[in-house]
């Protein structure tokens, strides 16, 4: 029977357990959006996680739309990241970047006034997360093939700059509502041409920054995240099929792993297989890892049925930076502070305990 404590190769990612830390904002890089000597020990610090997903990463100025976190389009971004690869790699750590474009789900305050862009002039409901209910999303402006063709070559400097860092590979972001996500399903994308209607089109913006990241990281080197369900508006018709084309269409690129967010507990908490991801297994043969609200338990049954390879947990990993410690021995968990989030400095972001 495999645990979560067993090693996993991941294409060329070597994964000494399958304890992986999911990708999680913390927005402590600041106004000057730098990876910071914060940032490093806070990550160094999660090292025994099997893989270590970084926080979502802008990959230029026109795709940044949080307040405070941080970006890897300028030289002194890839010194900052490249400080905290050391640090994770010296206390024997794996760490990629997450490559993040927000789309529509940024803000003109974060654009020197100009407009988000995104596959549609459909506006998200909402407000901006890091900006406070008075800023809701304005409607983006709709992308032609030039905004395409520079935002897939965003993805490529991008995934230069990560590799240069020092990063053991890259993580495309096509969850959660942001840009990919918004071309994927049929709520936000509202297209006519030949990225939108059919899911093969909608699909064709992520397949191209997937050859293009590839092309640089290589495949062995390349994982990728997608999230079926309903996240920050971003809504289709028909997920299920939607995603399990989007499977298919990704098993020729023998990407080191595929990431994959749909929750696993009901409403009410009690433990549930997500049906979409479930879908998706079948149709993908590559690593897959599951992440949204697993705890031990749950997540040691995804593994025995086959429904994936490894799991990421998030908020435990913020609050229990020796989490896989923790699960190894059944030692107590740790809570984590929501309020400390996102609220600047040390305080609940690197001085939960140790065991």
Not at 116 to 127: E, H, L, N, Q, Y
Not at 279 to 308: C, H, P, W
Request: charged share 25%; glycine share 10%.
């Amino acid at each position: 029977m495999i645990s979560l404590f067993d090693p996993l190769q991941a294409g060329k990612l070597s994964l000494k357990n399958r304890c992986v830390m999911a990708p999680l904002t913390r927005a402590r890089a600041g106004e000057s959006r730098l990876p910071n000597a914060l940032m490093a020990e806070y990550y160094a610090q999660r090292a025994r996680a099997g893989l270590i997903v970084s926080e979502a990463t802008a990959i230029s100025p026109e795709g940044y739309g949080w307040k405070d976190a941080p970006g890897v389009y300028t030289d002194a971004m890839q010194r900052g990241w490249a400080a905290v690869t050391k640090a994770v790699h010296d206390q024997g750590g794996l760490m990629v970047l997450q490559l993040w474009h927000m789309g529509r789900i940024s803000h003109p305050d974060f654009l020197d006034g100009a407009l988000p862009i995104a596959p549609s002039a459909v506006p998200a409901a909402g407000f901006a997360r890091s900006l406070g209910k008075d800023k809701p999303y304005v409607t983006p402006r709709a992308m032609v093939e030039e905004d395409i063709t520079r935002t897939v070559r965003d993805y490529a400097r991008a995934t230069e700059r990560a590799m240069d860092a020092g990063f053991d590979g890259v993580e495309i972001h096509g969850a959660n509502g942001y840009l990919i996500d918004q071309f994927l399903k049929d709520g936000p994308n509202q297209r006519t041409d030949a990225y939108g209607g059919a899911i093969d089109n909608r699909a064709r913006f992520l397949l191209e920054v997937v050859e293009t990241v590839i092309a640089v990281a290589g495949a062995d080197r390349t994982g990728l995240r997608l999230s079926p369900d309903v996240v920050q508006d971003a809504a289709d018709s028909d997920p299920e099929a939607l995603f399990v084309r989007v499977a298919e269409l990704l098993g020729p690129f023998g990407l080191a792993y595929l990431h994959v967010k749909e929750p696993s507990r009901k409403p009410d908490g009690t433990p549930r297989v997500p049906p979409v991801t479930l879908s998706m297994r079948e149709a993908y043969k590559g690593v897959m890892i599951v992440n949204e609200g697993y705890a031990f338990e749950t997540a040691q049954d995804a593994l025995d049925s086959g429904l994936a390879d490894a799991v990421a947990f998030g908020g435990l990993f913020i609050a229990n930076p020796d989490l896989p410690e923790r699960f190894r021995t059944e030692a107590p968990l740790n809570t984590p502070d929501m309020k400390t989030f996102y609220a600047g400095g040390p305080h609940g972001y690197t001085d939960y305990p140790f065991l």
